[in-house]
Structure formats: structure tokens, C-alpha cells
């Protein structure tokens, strides 16, 4: 059977709890796989270049070179050296918003109350700001290194005043994206809610994280989907020349 067309097997597989944040280097030739597993859930994320970390997710130029507002399937996350750090080679809810952002530990007392440690020990209320700063630090990054983060699996649509509308419920139970690193890609994310999601109650859902191992061929409909992509990849091609 061709390498393009064989179901991709999980060689490990992880639970990202609500509210959990986790960081790893997604190496090359590697796809990782996120699964909403209840719905409505929504992960901030952002990447770097393992190898040289002050190369940095771009979203404003993912979205002016590829002429998209939104990120889907067939898209991809570049740098701000114009390379790919990941490309979206599957995407069942068919949306992230590159708008929201995350919120600091401030906005998540003023939204949902205090849900302190001391009452409510480890159910405690986290924000997106700290938890990724957590994450960052463990590979020696601090906050001037929390520039810009993408909202899988969340929708904000746009009306023609300029006004944000979030979506509710624009990812399902079962709903999942897949993202394949062409270079050593560190990852950082966490599972929380989005900042403008109206639900009034601290509510972040659970993910399932799965690593795979993948030909290069998974990512061909991203690379052949802009002539913007071409050069893209192959900017990250020379890295490995």
C-alpha cells in the first residue's frame, strides 16, 4: 500500500486534562493529532524552532500569504523567517481563530470569580498567559517570548463593521486536527476556554494528544495549495540540505 494513502497509527498517545498545558518538540517527519473529546473545546497554542527559538509562529503573515482569514485544513503556520512550522493536514471542525489570543490571570478572576488554590486546590482556575509562561520557561523562554498564540478548535467571525462574534460550539465531540512538522518544531498549548466564549462558568474540556509518525506526502495538499506554500517548504527544506 502506498505511504500516502496507509491509516496513521499512534506510537504514543496523552491525555491534556482541561486547563492542562503541556510543551515537546514535534520532530521532523512527526503528526500530532488533537481529539476534542466532549466538544466545545479550545486549545492556544503557539511554536517555535527547536533548534533556533527566537523563530517564532507569524500568524499575521500565515494568514496575508495564503489570502485567508481563517486556518483550516490545507493551510500552514509559518514562521517569522518564512518557514512552515507545522502544516494543518487535517481539520474536522473546519476553523481556528488566529484573533483572541488568551487571557492573563486578572481577566480570568474578572470572568469566572477568584477560584483560588486554597479552596478549590488543584481545580483552581488557570489562564492561558500563565500557563503557556510556565511551559516557555521550562526551555529557558520568558515573557517576551509569548508573542502570538492560534485558538484551534474556536471560531470568531467577523461582521462587516469590524465586530467579533464568537461561535459557541464550533467543535464537536470527536472533532480533531492534525499537525505535520516539516522542521524540529517545538509546540507549547494549552487547554482552556476561549476569551470570548460567553458561557459564564470555568468549563476548559479535556484533548487527546496523539503523536504519529508521517511520510511527507500527508502535508502535499498544503505545500501544492498556494504557490506562497512551495516556497515555503522549501525554505524549511534548506535547513536539512
Same mark, same amino acid.
Given at each position: 500500500m502506498n505511504d $500516502?494513502?496507509?491509516?496513521? /497509527?499512534?506510537?504514543?498517545?496523552?491525555?491534556?486534562?482541561?486547563?492542562?498545558? /503541556? $510543551?515537546?518538540?514535534?520532530?521532523?517527519?512527526?503528526?500530532? /493529532?488533537?481529539?476534542?473529546?466532549?466538544g466545545s473545546a479550545n486549545v492556544s497554542l503557539t511554536l517555535l524552532n527547536a533548534n533556533e527559538k527566537t523563530e517564532r509562529l507569524n500568524l499575521p503573515d500565515s494568514l496575508k500569504c495564503q489570502h485567508t482569514a481563517k486556518l483550516t485544513a490545507g493551510h500552514c503556520l509559518y514562521s517569522d523567517m518564512g518557514r512552515v512550522l507545522a502544516a494543518i493536514t487535517a481539520d474536522t471542525c473546519g476553523w481556528s481563530d488566529s484573533i483572541g489570543g488568551v487571557l492573563c490571570a486578572s481577566e480570568v478572576a474578572e470572568k469566572y470569580?477568584?477560584?483560588? @488554590?486554597?479552596?478549590? /486546590?488543584?481545580?483552581? @482556575?488557570? *489562564?492561558?498567559?500563565? *500557563?503557556?509562561?510556565?511551559?516557555?520557561?521550562?526551555?529557558?523562554?520568558?515573557? $517576551?517570548?509569548?508573542?502570538?498564540?492560534?485558538?484551534?478548535? $474556536?471560531?470568531? *467571525?467577523?461582521?462587516?463593521?469590524?465586530?467579533?462574534?464568537f461561535v459557541p460550539d464550533n467543535s464537536k465531540a470527536g472533532d480533531y486536527i492534525e499537525l505535520y512538522a516539516p522542521m524540529d518544531t517545538l509546540v507549547v498549548l494549552t487547554a482552556l476556554q476561549h476569551p470570548m466564549d460567553p458561557n459564564p462558568a470555568y468549563a476548559p474540556r479535556p484533548l487527546k494528544l496523539s503523536w504519529m509518525n508521517a511520510a511527507p506526502s500527508v502535508a502535499e495538499h498544503c505545500r501544492t495549495s498556494r504557490p506562497e506554500n512551495e516556497r515555503g517548504f522549501i525554505n524549511t527544506e534548506r535547513l536539512f540540505a
Open positions: $500516502s494513502i496507509q491509516p496513521l /497509527r499512534p506510537f504514543a498517545e496523552e491525555l491534556l486534562p482541561g486547563g492542562g498545558h /503541556r $510543551s515537546f518538540v514535534l520532530k521532523r517527519g512527526q503528526l500530532l /493529532r488533537l481529539t476534542d473529546l466532549h470569580g477568584q477560584g483560588r @488554590y486554597q479552596e478549590l /486546590r488543584n481545580g483552581f @482556575y488557570r *489562564n492561558g498567559t500563565d *500557563n503557556l509562561l510556565v511551559e516557555l520557561g521550562k526551555w529557558g523562554l520568558g515573557l $517576551s517570548d509569548l508573542l502570538m498564540t492560534l485558538n484551534l478548535f $474556536s471560531r470568531v *467571525n467577523v461582521d462587516e463593521d469590524g465586530g467579533l462574534h
